[in-house]
């Protein structure tokens, strides 16, 4: 049995105004000591006023991208050093949408990994791959490929989780197979210990963030190298996103 804190992580993406902070407090309702680790990721505006809220609460707060650079003429971006002033503590970085609609290279993301570090945030970094790259069976390819590229050498268990995102399932409803997804997490693991040694290579967690819900959750969280989810649209609603963090 893993020693590793499962982790429920929500990324509220580009949704939520003043009023669903009240959704928070529900979930602290719902589960006022949760066994795993609790994370949500609001939109920038609302990163304060969550993490006043949540100071009594066992839910952490966290951002969904940061730039590389701790400050300067950036307009538009904010810093890791400006989201842990709010009283953030974690930060996604490499998200498949950032990815994607933005860009953003393998060495963005490691610039920021070591900016948020800095800052000391936990870096939640995502890797996956695309439909395109599942049907060419190039899978295991292209994980290995961001996650030696994404992920700087002074990684530790407390200072980064890893987030596998299969960008086809991704809001669509569609899930790996189980098999599927066990092959890519031991891969994933295989490939930490191997670059950093046994003790940090197995300290390390790796979460699956590809359609995770409710119906899902508990058989999905008790494959071996999955060490929670990164969830998406299932975290906006406590009603939702609580029976997730039961399930882990």
Known sequence: MSSRRKIAAGNWKMNGLRQALSEVEALHVSNPAPECEVVICPPATLIRSMAKRCTEMAINVGGQDCHEDSSGAHTGDISAEMLADTGATHVILG???????????????????????????????????????????????????????????????????????????????????LDEIVEVHNFIRARLVRRFGDAIGKAVRVLYGGSMKPENAAEIGALPNVDGGLVGGASLKAADFSKIVAAL
């Open 95 to 177: 998200h498949s949408e950032r990815r994607e609609a933005y860009g953003e290279s393998d060495a963005q993301v490691r610039a920021k990994t070591k900016s948020a570090w800095t800052a000391g945030l936990i870096a939640i970094v995502c890797i996956g791959e695309s439909l395109t790259h599942r049907e060419a069976k190039n899978t295991l390819d292209i994980v290995g490929g961001q996650l030696a590229a994404s992920v700087p050498d002074a990684a530790t268990g407390e200072n980064l989780v890893i987030a596998y995102e299969p960008i086809w399932a991704i809001g669509s409803g569609l899930t790996p197979t």
